[in-house]
């Protein structure tokens, strides 16, 4: 694993500033929050969180799910056959911010989830959500 401060990083600050909940705060607040963060990057096969333990830190889930759908429907198509536990699992999150998020998605018409598959209306709406306003 590798760190850095993330107030050296333009990007990281740019992404956060077009992210829920951070775009709300203040340009002063952000810089503040940036000064005492840590950006981490993790080697392929790592682990980066065990079930169980306390967090320490934040991710925003959302943009994870997101990912991780746009990985799976380049490998499967619109049939994800994965459980919402499945991609809680792969987002290192718990089944219920999955379920919150998966419901989320469904509302704008993104998907549609049930408790053993997951489709996947649009692909394109996901990538969108992904890229930086």
Known sequence: MTMQPLISSGLTKQFLEHTHPFKALSKE????????AILRHYDKGESICHEGELADSLWVVEKRI?????QLFKTH?????LTRRDV????CTTVESTIRTLSVF????WLLSSRDHIALRTA???????EPA
Not at 66 to 70: D, G, N, P, W, Y
Not at 77 to 81: E, F, K, S, T
Not at 88 to 91: E, G, K, P, Q, S
Not at 124 to 130: G, N, P, R
């Open 29 to 36: 607040m952000l810089n503040t929050i940036l000064a005492h």
């Open 66 to 70: 997101a990912t991780i759908l746009v």
């Open 77 to 81: 198509g619109n049939a994800i056959p």
């Open 88 to 91: 809680a699992a792969l987002a």
């Open 106 to 109: 469904g509302k704008k018409g």
């Open 124 to 130: 394109s709406e996901l990538q969108k959500f992904l």
